[in-house]
């Protein structure tokens, strides 16, 4: 089985990839290291070619649903790669300059974002749940690209597969956030159908790059619902705690430097 591609990204020949649930491997083919550490390694091994990208290269925060962002280089290289101990600290969004340096996040349910920023050149590779999307993280990323000159109607952007809109019931107080953190703009990200209410991740993310200026047409959402597909995606509200997780990935072209 091959990671899930974005059509944007093949297109740019960005190396790139989203890794899935696959049943002939250990766990299914989970990468997080809840599914144990040697079932974890030896998976992120078998991906890692499957993307043609070198994991000992590869950087993954450790991930904690906050709002930071840290700018990365090959200093960091392999951090959180191969142990969970030297993954960057709480961050939840990794950036790049650097060719030769992969970036990754690891998602069951919360949406991957990839973003392409060929002003600088850039990537980033960013996790938002409804946590990270309510503290905008997607702006303090935005605010990091736009700073080294990266023109916001030039940025390629995908959101990978993740909970969608047919399924992510959210409480009153997620709405009240959001609403509260996007001065009421965010409304259409929020539906309410026979008592029931929910939260588009999806829109909600892209309101908040079209504010910024980035251009509808330069998003990419997959449309692929994890907790619709739990026989092909890993998902946490599927599945529990327990579930193992996907991890996206994304690089500098090295011929770009
Ligand atoms: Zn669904």
């Not at 091994?45 to 070198?54: A, N």
């Amino acid at each position: 089985m091959q990671p899930y591609q974005s059509r944007t990204l093949a297109a740019l020949r960005i190396p790139h990839g989203f890794t899935r649930r696959d049943p002939s491997l250990p766990a299914d083919g989970a990468i997080s290291w809840n599914v144990g550490r040697e079932t974890a390694l030896a998976n992120r091994r078998v991906w890692w070619r499957r993307l043609g990208v070198p994991l000992d290269s590869t950087v993954f925060p450790h991930q904690v649903h906050a709002d930071r962002v840290a700018k990365v280089t090959r200093a960091e290289r392999g951090c959180g790669a191969e142990r969970p101990e030297s993954a960057i600290r709480e961050t939840d969004a990794l950036v790049t300059a650097e060719s030769g340096l992969a970036l990754a996040v690891q998602c069951a349910d919360c949406v991957p974002i990839l973003i392409y920023a060929p002003d600088i050149p850039a990537v980033a590779a960013i996790h938002a749940g409804w946590r990270g999307t309510v503290q905008r993280i997607l702006d303090r990323v935005l605010d990091l690209l736009l700073d080294e000159g990266q023109r916001p109607e030039a940025l390629w952007v995908v959101f990978g597969p993740s909970i969608g809109p047919c399924c992510y019931e959210v409480g009153e107080d997620v709405a009240a956030a959001w609403l509260a953190a996007t001065c009421g703009t965010g409304a259409p990200a929020l539906s309410r159908r026979s008592g029931r209410l929910t939260f588009d991740l999806w829109r909600a993310n892209r309101l908040l790059l079209e504010q910024r200026g980035v251009p509808a047409d330069r998003i990419e959402v997959s449309g692929i619902c994890t907790r619709c597909r739990p026989d092909e995606w890993f998902s946490y509200r599927a599945c529990g705690p327990r579930a193992g997780a996907q991890a996206a990935v994304i690089a500098l072209p090295c011929d770009t430097e």
